[in-house]
C-alpha cells in the first residue's frame, strides 16, 4: 500500500465518508448479525425478514442529501451482507431484492443518487454467506475454520460465487470508486484473481484490505488505530454500538464526539467512515439524521480544517488535538483552558493566528512556547473552537513523540 495519486486522491481529500448498513435484518431491528446470532433457518429468515422487507420509504437522493449536509464525500453500501441477500437482482440465485420483498433493485438508485450528489460512491460486499449451500455453516461463532469446509470444490464453488455477484456490480452500474471487502473469512477465501479481475473492470477502483491483495486501504473497526505513515487507512465507526438497525440501542454518540472521532483521524491523515443504518423502509433514525447535521454545521465551519490533511507531528495535548495542512496547523479545543492557551510543541515561526472562520487572535512566541492570548470566554464553538494558525514552512515538533509519555517527561 502505497500513498493515494491521480484518480484516487479523493479519498484523502474527502477524510469522511458515510457507512450505510441496511438490508433484510433491518425488518428483524436486532442488528446486521441476528440470523447467525439467533441461528435462524434460512426459510424463517427469508419469510420473516427478507420477504416484508418493503423499502416503502427508500429515497436515496434524501441519504446522498444528509451526507453532503454532513460534509461527507463519498458513501458505502452494504450491497449483500453476510446473510447473503444481495440488494440488487443478482442472477446468481433468487436470495434478491428483485426477488424478495421489495421486488426491485435497490443498489442503481443508491449509486444514481449519490453519484449525482457529487458524492463518490461505494459498495460493501462479504464474500462469506451463511446460508450457500457451499459455505461451511451459518452458524458458527464468529468464524469458521479453514478444515470446516466440505472440501477444495466447495471452497472453489464458493469464490466462483462470489466472483460473479462482483462482476455483477463492477459491471452493471457504471464507475463503482471503492470496493468495500468484508467477511473474507476462512482466509482462504481470498482472492488475488477476484481483486484483479474487479480492477480490470474498473481501473480506478480502491480496494480495502480484507480481500488480500492488490488492495489500497487499511481498515478499522470501532477504534481508531492509524496505519503506517504514508499507508492510507480508515477508522469505521458506528453512531451507536450497532451497525445495522436496532430498535432497542439508543446509546447514541453525540455530535461532539462524532467531531473528536474526525478530527483524531484526520489528525493522522486517515478517514472517518461513519455508520447509520436505516430502518427497514429506508427512513434514517431521526437520532442518527441530527447527530450527522449537527457535525454538518460545524464542518462548513471548519472543513477546511480537515479534508485532504496531512499527518499530524503533534500526538498530545489537554486541551484537544491539532490537525495540520501544507504550512498551517489547526488547534481544535474542546477544553477550554481560560483566557490564555499556551502550546509548547511547535518548533517553526508563527506568522498569524485567527479564529476559523473569525477574527485575528492575539499571540506570543517565546522560545519553545506559544501562547493564544485574550481568548473569548467561553469559546464560541460549543462543539470545537478552531484555531489556524499559519507558519514559515511545512509544521515541524519540537521533540518528536517516541513513546507513550509526553517527550521530555520521565515516566511515572
Not at 466440505?150 to 457504471?174: C, I, N
Not at 454518540?253 to 472521532?261: G, L, P, Y
Request: aromatic share 12%; glycine share 10%; hydrophobic share 35%.
Amino acid at each position: 500500500m502505497k500513498n493515494l495519486t491521480g484518480e484516487h486522491a479523493w479519498f484523502d481529500e474527502s477524510r469522511f465518508g458515510m457507512f450505510i448498513h441496511w438490508g433484510a435484518y433491518s425488518v428483524a431491528a436486532r442488528g446486521e448479525w441476528v440470523a447467525n446470532r439467533e441461528r435462524i433457518p434460512l426459510e424463517d429468515y427469508a419469510r420473516r425478514y427478507a420477504g416484508n422487507f418493503r423499502a416503502e420509504s427508500y429515497d436515496p437522493e434524501a441519504w446522498a442529501a444528509l451526507a453532503k449536509e454532513a460534509g461527507m464525500g463519498y458513501a458505502v453500501l452494504t450491497a449483500r451482507h453476510h446473510d447473503g441477500f444481495a440488494l440488487w437482482p443478482t442472477r446468481a440465485n433468487d436470495f434478491h431484492a428483485g426477488h424478495l420483498g421489495p421486488k426491485r433493485d435497490l443498489v442503481g438508485p443508491f449509486v444514481e443518487a449519490f453519484r449525482k450528489a457529487g458524492l463518490r460512491v461505494g459498495l460493501y460486499y462479504s464474500p462469506a454467506d451463511w446460508f450457500h449451500p457451499d459455505y461451511p455453516g451459518a452458524c458458527f461463532r464468529d468464524w469458521p475454520g479453514r478444515g470446516d469446509w466440505a472440501g477444495p470444490e466447495a471452497r472453489e464453488r464458493m469464490v466462483a460465487f462470489y466472483r460473479g455477484q462482483l462482476r455483477e456490480l463492477m459491471t452493471g452500474y457504471g464507475r463503482i470508486d471503492y470496493l468495500w471487502y468484508d467477511g473474507c473469512i476462512p482466509d482462504d477465501l481470498q482472492s488475488r484473481e477476484a481483486n484483479e479481475e474487479m480492477l480490470r473492470l474498473q481501473p480506478h477502483l480502491l480496494i480495502n484490505e480484507r480481500n488480500g491483495e492488490p488492495c489500497h486501504v487499511k481498515i478499522c473497526e470501532q477504534a481508531i488505530r492509524p496505519a503506517a505513515p504514508g499507508v492510507p487507512w480508515e477508522a469505521c465507526m458506528t453512531l451507536n454500538d450497532n451497525w445495522g438497525y436496532h430498535a432497542g440501542d439508543t446509546n447514541w454518540k453525540t455530535s461532539r464526539q462524532v467531531v473528536r472521532m474526525l478530527v483524531e483521524t484526520a489528525s493522522k491523515a486517515g478517514n472517518l467512515l461513519l455508520n447509520i443504518g436505516p430502518k427497514a423502509d429506508g427512513s434514517v433514525p431521526e437520532a442518527s439524521a441530527r447527530i450527522l447535521r449537527e457535525t454538518g454545521g460545524w464542518m462548513r465551519r471548519n472543513g477546511h480544517c480537515i479534508r485532504g490533511s496531512s499527518r499530524s507531528p503533534f500526538t498530545w495535548a489537554n486541551w484537544g488535538k491539532a490537525t495540520t495542512g501544507d504550512n498551517r496547523v489547526y488547534l481544535h479545543v474542546w477544553n477550554a483552558t481560560g483566557p490564555e492557551l499556551c502550546w509548547a510543541e511547535l518548533k517553526n515561526r508563527v506568522k498569524s493566528v485567527r479564529l476559523s472562520g473569525g477574527g485575528e487572535v492575539s499571540f506570543r512566541q517565546s522560545g519553545d512556547r506559544l501562547v493564544l492570548r485574550d481568548l473569548p470566554e467561553p469559546l464560541p464553538d460549543p462543539i470545537s473552537t478552531t484555531f489556524v494558525i499559519e507558519v514559515d514552512g511545512e509544521p515541524e515538533a519540537i521533540t518528536p513523540q517516541t513513546t507513550f509519555w509526553i517527550p521530555g517527561e520521565p515516566a511515572s
